[in-house]
Nanobody, 124 residues
């Protein structure tokens, strides 16, 4: 069982930045690909970014390329999402997720464990 705890959310003005963190339990963190998803009010959960177990491969939704950066520190069992140039439409609850494979994935059904989420609110 893997437990994931997100942090770093909050209220920020449009154009600002936030860095989300997701701390994972367990001793085989580098064996898990990690992903970030988000869910805005009244909308379905959507994929944001993913990173392979080694950190050597990443994938982003096109609309977030260049603004968001996913990274991981396997020594700290932590994955990050750096979000720059935030827009009001980025307002959502952001979730991190892990899967029991090193290869990254984009579908939420490919992930086995989920955090409780952290709220990001971007004001205009």
């Amino acid at each position: 069982q893997v437990q994931l705890v997100e942090s770093g959310g909050g209220l920020v003005q449009a154009g600002g930045s936030l860095r989300l963190s997701c701390a994972a339990s367990g001793r085989t963190f580098s064996s898990y690909a990690m992903g970030w998803f988000r869910q805005a009010p009244g909308k379905e959960r959507e994929f944001v970014a993913a990173i392979s177990g080694s950190g050597g491969a990443t994938y982003y939704v096109d609309s977030m390329k260049g603004r968001f950066t996913i990274s991981r520190d396997n020594a700290k069992n932590t994955v990050y999402l750096q979000m720059n140039s935030l827009k009001p439409e980025d307002t959502a609850v952001y979730y991190c997720a892990s899967r029991r494979l090193r290869l990254l994935a984009r579908r939420d059904i490919d992930y086995d464990y989920w955090g409780q989420g952290t709220q990001v609110t971007v004001s205009s």
